[in-house]
């Protein structure tokens, strides 16, 4: 007696797990042509950072070739017991701190007078930002050579001006940069990042709840009431928004203290002592391990940025 071979039931079929199966197709799919610009990105940035970390702990001088070997951690403790490095530290957060919130007052009042209806609102708006787009090196020049020159420059030329309207024949004509030096930089900072400050603030003041502005104006709230307990809490994040994405600029800027005042006078910060250690006494470990530091710095300062935005866009979302 025969008997007709029986086929094995096939296993059911896990709908979860075919469901996962096709959301990671589909979330290869949406990422894959992705993948060549990340690893360019991967290349052109991460992989020359990470050389640097390499080299920031070792001993490595062009000028004593073949005496170097690994140091540990005793580049970044020379970053921050070196007096000249202290130093640059100590200016890049003065200069970074100053610049900063200068700029963002000065920007608050340029958001508010610009949030107003006038004719050519559109125009003035363009025009306050023409300095944020100037190559920051060009600025430097400008600033130097066609503002602060004692010689010929309009600053002293306004001075000269001034005082002829009242019959003086001997106006002050100081030297700006010589005098000022850390202040000449300063100024030209806060002129190229005012404009920054203003277009965030601007927008801030443009997403406001009008209707309870008026509301308050209606109760017999005054202009100062409205902004000191309305319009400012408001603008908070966008301030702080600004004052962090601003100071990740400035804590690594470079083109007008290398410009304006060739690092002398105290006004060299990290950027220009690593510019500095590395070209001049080519120290590549010791400049490295600054450049770490920055870095570090220019991180803490972003990754705080980054979370604002987010809690901004999920305020926006509600």
Request: hydrophobic fraction near 50%; include cysteine; glycine fraction near 6%.
């Amino acid at each position: 007696m025969s008997t007709v071979p029986t086929s094995r039931p096939e296993p059911p079929v896990d709908p979860g797990r075919a469901r996962r199966a096709r959301e990671r197709r589909d979330a290869w799919a949406r990422r894959g042509p992705l993948l060549p610009a990340v690893v360019f990105l991967v290349i052109v940035t991460q992989l020359p950072f990470a050389a640097t970390l390499v080299i920031s702990f070792w001993d490595w001088n062009a000028l004593r070739p073949g005496q170097g070997g690994f140091t540990g951690f005793d580049n970044y403790r020379e970053v921050f017991g070196d007096p000249d490095l202290r130093a640059s530290v100590l200016t890049t957060i003065w200069l970074t701190a100053g610049a900063v919130l200068v700029s963002l007052a000065l920007g608050l009042v340029a958001a508010l007078l610009l949030d107003r209806r006038f004719p050519g609102r559109a125009l003035v708006r363009t025009f306050f930002i023409t300095p944020f787009l100037i190559v920051p090196v060009a600025a430097a020049l400008l600033w130097k050579h066609a503002l602060y020159n004692p010689e010929y420059g309009l600053l002293n030329g306004t001075l000269t001006w001034l005082w002829s309207l009242f019959g003086s024949d001997s106006p002050p004509q100081p030297d700006w940069i010589t005098q000022w030096p850390l202040a000449s930089v300063a100024v030209c900072l806060i002129w190229q990042w005012t404009p920054f400050m203003m277009l965030i603030l601007l927008a801030g003041l443009q997403s406001r709840d009008t209707e309870a502005a008026e509301a308050a104006r209606v109760d017999g709230a005054n202009a100062w009431q409205i902004f000191r307990y309305l319009t400012l809490p408001h603008l908070r994040p966008y301030l702080e928004l600004a004052a962090l994405l601003g100071s990740i600029y400035i804590v690594q800027h470079f083109d007008a203290v290398f410009t304006i005042t060739s690092g002398g006078l105290g006004t060299a910060n990290l950027p220009y002592s690593i510019y500095r250690t590395f070209f001049q006494a080519h120290d590549y470990g010791l400049a490295s391990a600054a450049g770490v530091v920055v870095v570090l710095g220019a991180v803490v300062i972003a990754t705080l940025a980054l979370r604002l935005v987010s809690t901004l866009l999920r305020e926006e979302q509600r």
